[in-house]
């Protein structure tokens, strides 16, 4: 069968950027099949990123025991290996996307732009890239790329890629923090809020050519060992306050991608349901293969919620158990990677009672 002539027009790209110098060596354009991976988010898709933002200082996370199950590699991962976004790479037959601010890292596959902490309202945050900063980072990508290949074949590309989010969980965990005794009223128009700016955000992606999102909710917040640790009165059972705001969101969300779905031709999408697939682990570990669902592998405290890796300054005491793979939880408020395996697995051919309407590899398939 003849094969149409495909060939890749290989680039190298130079950002500077007061200190840092990215390196952009990809292979885009007139290559139809290429597809690029777009990752933006929190501290669950966080390759890594936040570390070059510290000048230096360290980051617990780049320390043992995070990475303790890749040979001690601590990478900056909130894990003990990789996080969902690197799955899904791998599941694409693409390399790992890399952290957006590694000097040298490739792009010609995708990039992460997630950064630990990262919220939707928040515009700047020390040590931190919100997700504004982190659009603002993906349209200097755009823009090298458009100015590469052309802006026609530029939109083309941005088109068949892939966008992977997870925004929107320190929103609420900082929101019910810092107001405790918020009425409902405050809390559903803090929740249209973060919606509304989420969505937009969605919007400007839309406008540069994304059409595929892969969006995971807001996970069971009222069930993390941090939290439960935060309210020694609940005695170890999930903070329903977290946990019911958490849930508005979700359908906030659900409905406000249905709706520009029917708005924006073209406009695809899947949510992961990271509410109900992290709660249930936690809460029936056992169902899953897992041994330990409510306590964390690594950190302080009753649930081991706290200080894993020594907490901000390092000098924390904390215990780390020794088979990470028996827990859902690494710390308080983060995964193992046996449990990022499983969920990128349901991002990746959920059922759509777990991930819908499209799962992430229906999206890659799509055209
Ligand atoms: C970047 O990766 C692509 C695809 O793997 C490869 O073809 C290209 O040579 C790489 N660029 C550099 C400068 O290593
Ligand atoms: C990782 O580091 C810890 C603490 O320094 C050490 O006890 C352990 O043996 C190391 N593991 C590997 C695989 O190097
Ligand atoms: C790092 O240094 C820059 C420039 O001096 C400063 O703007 C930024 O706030 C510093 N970041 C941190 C995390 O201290
Ligand atoms: C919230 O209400 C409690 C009990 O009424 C009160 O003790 C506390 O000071 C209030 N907190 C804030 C931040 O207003
Ligand atoms: C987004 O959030 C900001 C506050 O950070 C708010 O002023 C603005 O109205 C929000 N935008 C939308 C569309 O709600
Ligand atoms: C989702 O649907 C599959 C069958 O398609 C079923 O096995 C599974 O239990 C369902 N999960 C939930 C959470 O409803
Ligand atoms: C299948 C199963 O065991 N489900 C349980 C999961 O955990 C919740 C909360 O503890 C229970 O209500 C379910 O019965």
């Avoid at 609940?234 to 969300?253: E, I, R, V, Y």
Wanted: one cysteine or more; aromatic letters at 12%.
């Amino acid at each position: 069968m003849a094969r149409p002539t495909s060939f890749l027009f290989c680039v190298m790209m130079m950002i500077f950027a007061t200190t840092l110098m990215n390196t952009i060596n990809g292979c885009y354009g007139a290559d139809h099949q290429h597809k690029l991976l777009f990752v933006i988010g929190d501290s669950l898709f966080d390759p890594g990123n936040n570390q070059y933002l510290m000048n230096g200082s360290t980051s617990p996370a780049t320390s043992y025991p995070y990475g303790m199950s890749m040979h001690n590699h601590s990478s900056g991962r909130l894990s003990d290996g990789l996080i969902v976004p690197d799955f899904i790479g791998l599941f694409a037959n693409k390399k790992v996307p890399p952290p957006f601010l590694k000097p040298g890292s490739n792009f010609s596959d995708g990039v992460n732009f997630a950064s630990a902490g990262a919220r939707v309202l928040e515009e700047h945050s020390t040590g931190v890239m919100n997700m504004k900063a982190q659009l603002s980072n993906f349209d200097k990508v755009a823009k090298l790329i458009a100015k590469k290949v052309g802006d026609e074949e530029a939109k083309k590309l941005f088109m068949r890629s892939v966008y992977l989010i997870s925004l929107g969980g320190n929103d609420y965990f900082g929101f019910n923090t810092d107001n405790p005794n918020a009425t409902q009223s405050q809390r559903i128009s803090y929740m249209r809020m973060v919606v509304a700016n989420l969505t937009n955000g969605f919007k400007e992606i839309y406008g540069k050519g994304g059409r595929k999102f892969a969006i995971q909710n807001v996970g069971p917040l009222g069930c993390y060992p941090m939290i439960k640790q935060m309210y020694p009165e609940l005695k170890g059972s999930c903070s329903s306050k977290f946990l019911s705001h958490a849930k508005l969101h979700n359908k906030a969300l659900s409905n406000a991608l249905k709706k520009l779905s029917n708005k924006l031709p073209g406009f695809k999408y899947s949510i992961l349901d990271y509410y109900y697939a992290l709660g249930d682990r936690i809460n029936n570990a056992t169902k899953y293969g897992f041994k330990v669902g409510k306590i964390a592998c690594c950190g302080n405290g009753d649930y081991n919620g706290n200080n894993c890796g020594g907490g901000h300054d390092g000098k924390e005491a904390f215990k780390v158990c020794s088979h990470p793979d028996e827990y859902v939880l690494f710390d308080g408020g983060h995964t193992t990677m046996r449990t990022n395996r499983q969920l990128a697995e349901l991002l990746w051919n959920g059922k759509p009672n777990i991930t819908g309407p499209y799962n992430l590899k229906q999206l890659f398939d799509l055209p």
